[in-house]
């Protein structure tokens, strides 16, 4: 289960950090290896990106610029565990030490292997995942990466929805549903009262693996829902490159 917002340290995260790291032992993860470097053959100039898998305090989009075979520019963006974009508000220097010094470093070794920011190591890896996939794409690589992305349905001021999907051989594998109400927090199902929520977020699960799709029949009782959920699932398959 993803965190609350009521707590960052509760059990729901604790079961989110739990079933990420699960899953992510048994996926090839894009920082573990020697990385990938821009003077390899094949690189073509223009502009790339590319996402991280999703962890618990959220991922991280690359967008690297190639020229003549190599890295000219890198622009990190980081969301949080609610799929909001994170900014300089954000309470963490190290955090913003990471995002400053990074790009730097990608351009100076032309590579999606590089040191990580001391205290910012999450950030750090997830930066260079995404930069490595990145680079391969670069290469022409048209396979979606096997791995966890988040996705989120529009954000507005009613809430919205949000979905990890697990993505294995091109194929959906796990879905997690969460959703966000008008206060910006999770919604619980042990706070939010409304039976057929419930029912509907464990029934979509289903159908979006059954489906191998976002392309499933909204559940009776939970339209809205059904719609915010529909919605990430589209967006977490856009990021992963299999839509």
Do not use: H
Not at 59 to 87: C, M, S
Not at 136 to 161: C, H, N, R, T
Not at 198 to 212: G, M
């Amino acid at each position: 289960m993803i965190i609350t917002s009521k707590n960052i340290l509760t059990r729901k995260k604790l079961i989110l950090a739990g079933l990420i790291i699960f899953l992510l032992a048994i996926l090839v993860v894009g920082c573990e290896d020697e990385g990938t470097k821009a003077d390899e053959t094949g690189l073509g100039d223009e502009t790339y990106q590319a996402v991280s898998d999703v962890e618990s305090c959220g991922y991280l989009k690359a967008e690297v610029t190639i020229e003549d075979q190599e890295i000219v520019e890198v622009d990190l963006t980081e969301f949080d565990n609610k799929g909001r974009l994170k900014t300089e508000d954000y309470e963490y220097p190290e955090w913003k030490e990471a995002m400053d010094v990074l790009p730097e470093r990608f351009v100076e070794a032309n590579s999606s292997e590089v040191e990580i920011v001391s205290s910012a190591t999450r950030t750090s890896n997830r930066a260079m995942q995404a930069v490595d996939r990145a680079l391969q794409l670069s290469k022409g690589e048209e396979k979606p990466f096997d791995g966890i992305y988040m996705g989120v349905a529009e954000i507005s001021e009613d809430g919205w929805g949000i979905a990890l999907v697990r993505l294995e051989d091109e194929q959906i594998t796990q879905v997690i549903l969460e959703e966000i109400d008008e206060e910006k927090n999770f919604k619980e199902e042990e706070d939010y009262p409304y039976d057929e929520w419930q029912k509907a977020r464990e029934e979509l699960r289903s159908r979006f693996v059954e489906n191998d799709s976002y392309e499933v029949d909204i559940y009776s009782g939970a339209t809205k829902s059904s719609e915010k959920w529909k919605a990430a699932v589209k967006d977490a398959l856009t990021k992963a490159g299999r839509e």
